[in-house]
């Protein structure tokens, strides 16, 4: 960086300037929300905080981090074993596999939660047969309580993995080749090559794809309370609901946030010295061909984790829905579709363009102020989405009465609520909730394109936009779609954000199906969940065609 | 600068006039271009706060679409007032309502139970509705506010249901005897973060006070079968599979069961129902009602939406789809509802319920109830 010649620097110094005020501004309004939240940790601590802290805080902290431990477990372990086998090697059913294996990230992590205890809990079927085949009863057997802490780590593994799986392919797919040969030409084998090279090599993109699966662990509601597990988020709401204290309960998701802002850092620090960039071009690393025995237990492996995350509760879903769905698809039915298809779409590409200005802009300005004002936009993600909403819903608010107080006092005019209660406030919501998904896989991308290739083609006159157009934007093609399609989904699934800030008589498939779950009536949410499911399908086989066309992947 | 801005509603027409005295022609040409745009803008901003001529009315509700919308239908359809809905939990709704303030376009709140209607008249963003002796001489006092803030339309009954091959009725008798060792590892209940437990205690602290509602917790919570998890319907299907023997549930999820698929009705066909308290104040019981908001902008409508779901056929309507009361003791029951038997309520006034909510929480923490 310091051969690069001064006048070149000069030019591109003013030329950048605009992305610099572009990325602050961006980066603080998208901040408010969590700020908001975190505000509340100025005002006064109520009595009920000797309450909570002799009776039930020290469940919150140590069951979630027991939860978020046993998930980053899962999510690691299922998510590399997936990756490097859909990039680096070649086994029956590969080609199938690579994709399939993104359907569990579909189905809410509260609907498998539901399934899974239709069929394993004392009353289900499972138990149930064993009790009639072996005549047992109550207490005669042991068997794993599904609504437990365990259960919850397994429900939320096996819908989350796909964050860990999508960015760590990724990042072995664009591996350099040369890398990997010269591991294996030194006399490595396919394992040690996985642990000493490869492994760390896809370290950023692993790590960004299990902080995205335990952010939204911290953030999940509906599996542990279904579950009856106590965590944060379940003291969060208890706060809140029961107690009827909403400033204690922002206090402790402020509380939750420092947490995970500390774990953001810890993480950072670790690789802070490290650079992981890949060459642009190179030949494309062959596949370790797996046949007989070998190639059978990889197919079996990822049978294995499709059946669990997918197959086995869409199954459940289909079963259910085939029963009733003639009651439950109609005409509304189908504004729900719409409803649910146009939000995702777009709240994943406002997601993506924020992401790609907070991302570049921050590779092009790398300063302090910069780099925490990006953190902090992107830290929604970890925030319960009701809380969230509140955050979104009262400044929003205060803007329009404010608007609306001026107004009247002006020129007696009322101009009601502008914002709130529209669509706009509810995509600003999900784009601060769900920035850090597309921001992470955005970064990712970025990190692995060396800084000396955007330097040559500036040292050759193009400014950072002509470069990100002409350069990243064709090279990121892949981490690009795989934002989309991330946000895409997870705006699909959304549940509490979407019921608190949305507009009159507008409902969205995830709206209905927790209706009617929270209903218990699971058979009837079976309709609109499966929907969701279906519909978050698109844009994975969008996705797998795009990587395809792109070479990237060479699937 | 100054501008008058005159609003005619009757032609909804809006004429704006601008008086400005400015020196020279060159900062007359600009600011004129300023002054076109910035009437412009008010214009836009100005139309949308306007009322629409359509009479509508705009409803929270923390009841469920399904539960509600059938009757905000065939009020619209009756009356020719468009009724618009949002649905969402009944403390997120009245959050919003709070930090909209005056501006709020809500005219009417539903929850699901007293609690929250409680919450909401301590916010302040309820209005009273004082001219509708309708709503006054039909409902029951204990279960409406006394300043006529808000009013409840369907009451929900905390029953025990008990397996019939396991529990005869005569072992059973009040929530406070499901305290007692007999009952050691036999109990199944949800989590005590649901509304209807944290009411179902705020209730025993009023009849029973604070430290013997303590006790009763510590002995309740000893005697449960497993640790409280899932729904109401899931305690019913764990009373029938064995795992427990009694349980505490609202009991229109029973009724739901009977009248659901083979696989839950072979479940609810295992259990009976018990009404608890019948000889002492009477079974524990939770309201869903409904308010006019401070900020309505149509109270009168608001106030004629109230009473049509207090109205005979909607009464009916809450017994016949959802198995609650109807919270008009005149008006007769469903099927299902006359099979359970007639019951003695307890009388105690809902807001209680609301008042003491926090300290039955606190009391449910205290006493490891998760």
Avoid at chain 1, 225 to 236: K, P, W
Avoid at chain 2, 281 to 297: D, E, F, L, Q
Wanted: glycine share 8%; hydrophobic share 50%; net charge neutral.
């Amino acid at each position: 960086m310091e051969i690069t010649a001064a006048p070149t620097a000069l030019a591109a110094g003013r030329q950048a300037s605009a992305w610099r005020p572009a990325l602050v501004f961006t980066a603080s309004v998208l901040a408010v929300p969590v700020l908001v939240v975190c505000a509340s940790l100025a005002l006064p601590f109520s009595e009920t905080w000797h309450h909570l802290a002799d009776t039930v805080l020290q469940d919150y902290v140590i069951n979630s981090l027991l939860l978020m431990l046993g998930v980053g477990a899962g999510t690691f372990v299922l998510g590399v074993s997936a990756a490097w086998l859909s990039a680096m090697c070649e086994y029956p059913g590969r080609r199938f596999f690579s994709w399939a294996l993104l359907l569990p990230m579909a189905m809410p992590a509260y609907i498998i939660a539901y399934t899974y205890t239709g069929l394993l809990d004392f009353a289900g079927p499972v138990q149930s047969g064993l009790r009639a085949t072996f005549d047992w009863g109550y207490g005669d057997y042991y068997f794993p309580e599904i609504r437990s802490l365990g259960g919850a780590v397994c429900m939320l593994s096996l819908v989350l993995y796909p964050y860990v799986y999508l960015l760590a392919r990724v990042a072995f797919a664009e591996q350099s080749t040369a890398l990997l040969e010269a591991s294996r030409n030194l006399g490595r084998g396919p394992w040690q090559t996985l642990f000493q090279v490869a492994l760390p090599m896809a370290r950023p993109a692993i790590a960004a794809g299990v902080s995205l699966a335990l952010m939204e662990t911290l953030a999940d509601y509906g599996t542990v309370d279904y579950f009856g597990v106590s965590v944060f988020t379940t003291g969060i709401f208890r706060t809140w609901y029961g107690l009827g204290e909403l400033i204690t309960a922002a206090q402790l998701a402020a509380f939750l946030l420092l947490f995970v802002f500390a774990l953001i850092v810890l993480e950072r620090a670790s690789r802070n010295r490290l650079r992981f960039h890949h060459g642009a071009a190179g030949k494309l690393h062959p596949r370790i061909r797996l046949g007989g025995w070998r190639g059978a237990f990889c197919s079996l492996v990822a049978a294995g984790i499709l059946l669990l995350g997918f197959l086995l509760p869409a199954g459940q879903l289909l079963v259910w829905a085939l029963d009733n769905w003639r009651e439950t698809i109609d005409i509304t039915f189908l504004t729900l579709v719409g409803h649910s298809f146009m939000l995702a779409a777009i709240a994943s590409v406002c997601c993506l363009l924020v992401a790609l200005l907070l991302g570049y802009g921050k590779r092009l300005h790398p300063g302090k102020v910069e780099v925490s004002a990006v953190r902090i936009s992107a830290m929604g993600y970890a925030v319960p989405g009701t809380v969230i909403a509140v955050g979104v819903l009262m400044p929003f608010a205060w803007l329009d009465n404010a608007i609306d107080s001026f107004m009247r006092a002006q020129f007696d005019v009322s101009t009601g609520l502008l914002l709130s209660g529209t669509l706009f406030a509810l995509v600003f919501a999900y784009v601060v909730r769900y920035l850090s998904v597309s921001l992470q896989s955005v970064e990712a991308g970025l990190s692995r394109i060396r800084h000396s290739i955007d330097e040559s083609a500036r040292s050759l006159g193009s400014s950072p936009t002509r470069v990100l157009r002409r350069i990243h934007l064709p090279m990121l093609r892949g981490s690009l779609l795989t934002a989309l399609l991330l946000v895409f989904v997870d705006v699909l699934k959304e549940l509490p954000a979407t019921l608190i800030l949305r507009p009159f008589n507008f409902n969205t498939l995830a709206v209905r199906t927790y209706e009617l779950a929270s209903d218990e009536r699971l058979a009837d949410a079976a309709t609109p969940a499966l929907a969701i499911v279906l519909i978050g399908l698109l844009p994975v086989f969008l996705l797998t065609r795009g990587m395809r066309e792109n070479g990237n992947g060479h699937d | 600068m100054k501008i008058q801005l005159a609003l005619l509603p009757e032609m909804r027409i809006i004429s704006i006039r601008i008086n400005n005295r400015m020196e020279t022609d060159v900062s007359l040409s600009r600011s004129t271009f300023f002054h076109r745009l910035l009437t412009m803008v008010l214009a836009i901003l100005a139309s949308t706060a306007l009322p629409s001529t359509a009479a509508e009315l705009n409803v929270y509700s923390a009841r469920k679409e399904a539960l509600i919308k059938p009757l905000l239908d065939k009020y619209s359809a009756e009356t020719g007032v468009k009724v618009n809905l949002v649905t969402g939990k009944g403390d997120a709704l009245l959050t919003r309502l709070k930090t909209e303030g005056r501006n709020s376009p809500a005219d009417v709140l539903i929850t699901t139970d007293a609690g929250r209607l409680y919450r909401a008249h301590q916010a302040g963003v309820l209005q009273p509705i004082t001219d509708s002796p309708t709503l006054t001489m039909q409902i029951p006092a204990h279960l409406r506010s006394d300043q006529g803030d808000w009013f409840g339309l369907s009451v929900r009954a905390r029953v025990i249901v008990y397996a019939k091959d396991r529990v005869k009725p005569s072992e059973l008798s009040t929530y406070e005897n499901l305290a007692d060792p007999k009952w050691k590892g036999r109990i199944c209940i949800r989590s005590s973060s649901n509304i209807y437990n944290q009411s179902l205690v705020a209730s025993m602290l009023a009849a029973n006070g604070e430290g013997n509602t303590d006790t009763w917790l510590q002995g309740l919570v000893a005697n449960f079968a497993r640790p409280p998890q899932g729904g109401d319907r899931d305690q019913i299907k764990a009373v029938a599979a064995g795992q427990c023997d009694v349980a505490v549930v609202n009991s229109y999820y029973f009724g739901a069961m009977l009248q659901a698929d083979n696989e839950q009705r072979a479940a609810a066909d295992k259990v009976a129902l018990f009404w608890p308290n019948q000889g002492y104040r009477g079974t524990h019981i939770n309201i869903s009602g409904a308010g006019v908001t401070a900020s309505a902008k149509h109270p009168d409508q608001a106030r004629e939406l109230i009473e049509f779901l207090a109205r005979d056929e909607s009464q009916r309507w809450y017994a016949e789809t959802n198995n609650e009361y109807p919270v008009r003791p005149d008006i007769p029951t469903s099927e299902i509802l006359k099979s359970w038997g007639d019951f003695k309520a307890d009388e105690l006034d809902v807001t209680v319920l609301g008042e003491r909510n926090a300290a039955a929480v606190m009391a449910m923490d205290r006493a490891g109830w998760r």
